[in-house]
């Protein structure tokens, strides 16, 4: 049975959590590979929304084996907070079904510091609109080879040289540059001990779990999080995440081969959104953003904030399609645009006076573009209740005919509500 992986195409908030926990039925083993607690993956399962930020969305299904890759950055008190609301709702939460790569790196209180520091320290229109979660700075302890491995959290002296050692860099700016309190090594040490206690009982070789769920026969379902335009080399820098989210990422972020990357699917929202500053071309001020913002429930399940919302763009979502190569489209929230009476899609933009097929590549070159739309006739009809294409309304299969006529990839799964049975 074929790998896959699924990744977000737009801004991320496109319902991967969803699909991959549908997709988790059928899986050996579930794998989150880059990332940290600034995603949020909302699954609706019998009428019950439950929000994960770093456990992988296959968790929900029985005897299901969910790792979390290297290409993670995890924090400790958020991990353990999930795993005990995991456990009060009688799911099996424990290391015999879910795993810590000892590669992954840890998110520590001084990260979550420097995070805060420094967009406060930001003028307002600078702000790029971090969680605030110190994932940002904790990538770049693990680059500047200083950060914390999961595995350092089982060598409690190791441990606390390494936190000593960041504080004695992080300390002059916390109080020179920012004019902060620094923070006693000490302190952050014994706040921490208990949590590498508890995490460390998850620790083992993801890439080992990778490679005998394969020997199986099993398939292994790759989860990404937030979005391709995310990307911290192919998204709309500055204001982007902290990792790749890319698929080429999943075999790196979780310790197998390329080779065993074969399905992709990309998780299309049937509009667009995004949550926090950057470029939007397609972003919409009107009563058809806010149609979209109020059936869509379009706030962010990890900060809350509202998502700015506008018509699909197919231009940004060509760009996806060339980075990441999918082999389907996954099309979520169709139903949120019932009501609709016309739909517009970007099928291309101009720019300088030119028409052009991808995105500027130069920073805030979006911001500098104008959306050309083409029209659709939209729907009444609630769509809701509907479990197979068929039976949608013309319009709407129209609809899906056009972006995957514009995408050159086939539609494979439709999704029309929240709830997990609301798929097809």
Known sequence: MSNIVVFGSQWGDEGKGKIVDMLAEKAAA???????????????????????????SGIL??????????GVVLDPAVFCQEVDALTARGVDATPRRLMISNKTHVIMPYHRMMDGCR?????EAKKIGTTGRGIGPC???????????????ADPALLKDKIARALGEKNVLFRNLYDREPMDPDRVFEDVL???????EYLGDVSAAIQKARRSGGMVLFEGAQGTHLDIDHGTYPFVTSSNTVVGNAASGSGCAPSELQRVIAIVKAYTTRVGGGPFPTELFDDNGRHMQAKGGEFGATTGRKR???????????????????????ITKLDVLSGLSELKLCVKYECQ???????????????????????????????????????????????LRRIE????VPVGIVSVGPDRSQTF
């Not at 006529?405 to 050159?408: F, P, R, S």
């Open 353 to 399: 006076g030119r028409e052009i097929a991808y995105p500027p590549q130069e920073q805030n070159g979006m911001a500098r573009v104008r959306p050309v739309y083409e029209t659709a006739p939209g729907w009444d009809q609630d769509i809701s209740g509907v479990r197979s294409l068929d039976d949608l309304p013309e319009n709407a299969r129209a609809y």
């Open 119 to 123: 967009e406060s320290a930001r003028a």
């Open 405 to 408: 006529k514009g995408l050159g």
């Open 194 to 200: 208990p949590l590498a206690e508890r995490v460390s």
């Open 308 to 330: 700015r919302c506008g018509w699909l763009d197919l231009v940004m979502l060509a760009e996806s399609v060339r980075l990441n190569g999918p082999t389907e489209l996954a």
């Open 30 to 56: 579930i794998v989150r590979f880059q990332g940290g607690n600034n995603a949020g993956h909302t699954l609706v399962v019998g009428g019950e929304k439950i929000v994960l930020h770093l456990i992988p």
């Open 139 to 153: 990538y770049e302890d693990k680059m500047s080879r200083m950060g914390v491995r999961a595995v350092d959290l």
């Open 61 to 70: 299904h029985p005897g299901k084996v969910c790792l979390i890759g290297n």
